[in-house]
């Protein structure tokens, strides 16, 4: 049984910065690309960062310069560091798993955390 196990979110202060974590289990994690989704209150989810099975990686273009996605393989762990938080990335931060071997617009065998909250103010 797969299972994808968010954590590290919380309340930060605008300017600060969270780490999240999501350990994977129950799966052969090398072979998955592993993103970081989010979804604030109204809105879609969306793609906040993506790393490939080469450690490729991809960002929304509102994070980058400021969050980085890491993996490790041996940890089945994989790391989303954000700096420089700004209220407008307060929302619920998921973890994503998606077969290398699919499109990625095919998500038919995706896995997903349970979300994290992620809550910028002061």
């Known amino acids: 049984q797969v299972q994808l196990v968010e954590s590290g979110g919380g309340l930060v202060q605008p300017g600060g910065s969270l780490r999240l974590s999501c350990a994977a289990s129950?799966?052969?994690?090398?072979?998955?690309?592993m993103g970081w989704y989010r979804r604030t209150p109204g809105n879609q989810r969306e793609l906040v960062a993506r790393i490939r099975i080469n450690s490729r990686t991809n960002y929304a273009d509102s994070v980058k310069g400021r969050f980085t996605i890491s993996r490790d393989n041996a940890k089945n762990t994989v790391y989303l560091q954000m700096n420089s938080l700004k209220p407008e990335d307060t929302a619920v931060y998921y973890c994503?798993?998606?077969?290398?071997?699919?499109?990625?617009?095919?998500?038919?065998?995706?896995?997903w955390g349970q979300g994290t909250q992620v809550t910028v103010s002061s």
């Open positions: 129950g799966m052969i994690f090398s072979i998955y690309v």
């Open positions: 994503n798993a998606h077969p290398y071997y699919y499109s990625d617009s095919d998500t038919s065998s995706d896995y």
